[in-house]
């Protein structure tokens, strides 16, 4: 028997988002019930509420950077207690059996189950599934991350999204001293990348469309400020980089980027554009480059990544907003006005 939290909602495609009421499902033996303390709101949420990204289930509640308390758990929990600081990224669940799923990359699940998404997915019971935007989730444990001490939940809730999808390339092409790292973009993703690469020792350079945020990109940890507007930046940096992290969805001139690279680096996109990207050969061949992509991360590197920015005292940047101002905010999202993250304060809902 299911129970009924306040929420807020899309009601259909691009509608703005009200305040309603969505049902959660009873504790089941391994689950456990999170109050909701802060949401993040990302970029994908305005993507899947405009149903930029194929159909979605309407009424839909987005947010999958959530951060709580859990307030109860099922007969058979061992990961969680009562009172444990938790988190819940972009899935909730998958078969747990296939290649992907036992090498702690369930966000590729194969299975049939495949990977359930924390909204607008099928859940293993056939109902859909909804987000953070609410004041509870109930949710299997394994799937329910620890959020360290020395992190205040706020600053947390963006991690469980935004820290893990540029966290996960940095550290698989090894991002760390004595390499030159550039990230593109300075936003949501891309002040995460900027505090992760350097903490990991890496040189850090940021690549924006202009020199608007140069003083924000110093301070996050980058050594080095260019503007992507200026022909002159892919002639002055030509060849220098190890890894670049390509953290935005706008159509960019990937060939462009590549010939930043030096001779096997490797550029990793995160952002996903609406439309294919052309990408000639020879500037991949030209120096045995990487072009790649990567998806958030599994639920055992997301909690390396948890435990990681709590050791370095990183947080996203955060500005926290009251529940009727999700609709303002997303506008405001639109319109790149946002240092770095909003964050609903789920108390107000």
Known sequence: MNHTIAAYAA????????????????????DVLVDISFAGICHSDIHQVNAEWGEGMFPMVPGHEIAGVVTAVGSQVTRHTPGDRVGVGCFVDSCRDCGNCRAGLEQYCT????????????????????????RQVVVDESYALRIPDGLPLDEAAPLLC?????????????????????????????????????AKGAEVTVLSQSLRKRDDGLRLGAEHYHATSDPATFEQLAGSFDLI????????????YLGLLRTDGALVQVGLPERPVPVSASALIGGRRTLAGSLIGGIAETQEMLDFCAEHGIGAEVEVIPAERINEAYQRVLASDVRYRFVIDTATI
């Open 11 to 30: 009601p259909s495609p691009k509608a703005p988002l009200e305040p309603t009421t969505v049902p959660r499902r009873e504790l089941g033996e391994h």
């Open 111 to 134: 299975g049939e189950l495949g990977t359930v998404m924390t909204y607008n997915g099928v859940d293993r019971d056939g109902n859909p599934t909804y987000g953070g935007y609410a």
């Open 162 to 198: 935004a820290g893990i999808t540029v966290y996960s390339p940095l550290t698989r092409w090894g991002a760390g001293p004595g390499r030159r790292v550039a990230v593109v973009g300075l936003g949501g993703l891309g002040h995460m990348a900027v505090k992760i690469a350097r």
């Open 245 to 256: 992290v390509n953290t935005v969805s706008a159509d960019l001139d990937l060939d462009a």
